[in-house]
């Protein structure tokens, strides 16, 4: 009901910047929280960052910092800003959006595609 599309992924040296997007359509007014995870090969799906509709912000302990979630209602778009990159954040970025933050952070929302992130010299 629900489809969202990452961009914004590539490659970028260590200590560079990129800003992810995800762009979302269908049924918008039921998608109240919103969060990108990160797969990497051989490790745990992680959680990044989410936003509630009150635009309120969480984000792990890896991202905090360096990371910043933000939403914009208008244009049907959540971004994650990422500065300071590291090899270690390299990784599939997913967008996923849900009727509460629960389905955030449980994985159980409508997710995207994914983005690649890749960050080496």
């Known amino acids: 009901q629900v489809q969202l599309v990452e961009s914004g992924g590539g490659l970028v040296h260590p200590g560079g910047s990129l800003t992810l997007s995800c762009e979302y359509s269908g049924d918008i007014f039921t998608i109240y929280a919103m969060g990108w995870y990160r797969q990497a090969p051989g490790k745990q799906r992680e959680l990044v960052a989410a936003?509630?509709?009150?635009?309120?912000?969480q984000y792990a302990a890896s991202a905090k910092g360096r990371f910043t979630i933000s939403r914009d209602k208008t244009k049907n778009t959540m971004t994650l800003q990422m500065t300071s990159l590291q090899p270690e954040d390299t990784a599939v970025y997913f967008c996923?959006?849900?009727?509460?933050?629960?389905?955030?952070?449980?994985?159980?929302?409508?997710w995207g595609q994914g983005t690649q992130v890749t960050v080496s010299s």
């Open positions: 996923i959006g849900g009727t509460r933050i629960a389905e955030v952070l449980a994985g159980t929302g409508s």
């Open positions: 936003i509630i509709n009150d635009d309120s912000t």
